[in-house]
């Protein structure tokens, strides 16, 4: 995606980084957020660095932190089971974020 975005001169800033790092944007950078089928991967461990509760914990902390007071943040993901909705959402309302999980 990054290489389409630069042969098409894309507008804007482009990054390639690992969600499950966090993010370092300034606190209150973003009045909204959408993320569309990428965090049921951070459920993952793919290698024994990732542990999914860590990398869910890094993902919403700096994404709460990035958001301006009364942000929001919309996300689609496909879940393998129920134990990922559980692991996600918790994780989120952990971090502070409010809101539901609609079918």
Not at 4 to 21: C, K, P
Not at 42 to 58: G, H, I, Q, S, W
Not at 68 to 76: E, L, P, S, T
């Amino acid at each position: 995606m990054l290489e389409l975005a630069i042969e098409n001169e894309v507008q804007g800033d482009i990054m390639l980084h690992d969600a499950g790092q966090g993010f370092h944007f300034r606190p209150g950078s973003f009045d909204a957020a959408i993320s569309i089928s990428a965090i049921q991967w951070l459920c993952n461990a793919d290698t024994t660095e990732n542990v999914p509760y860590k990398r869910l914990m890094f993902f919403f902390q700096s994404l709460y932190t990035g958001l301006r007071r009364g942000g929001r943040a919309v996300m689609q993901f496909y879940p393998e089971s129920s134990h990922q909705v559980e692991m996600i959402t918790s994780t989120a309302l952990r971090c502070g974020f409010k809101g539901r999980v609609a079918p």
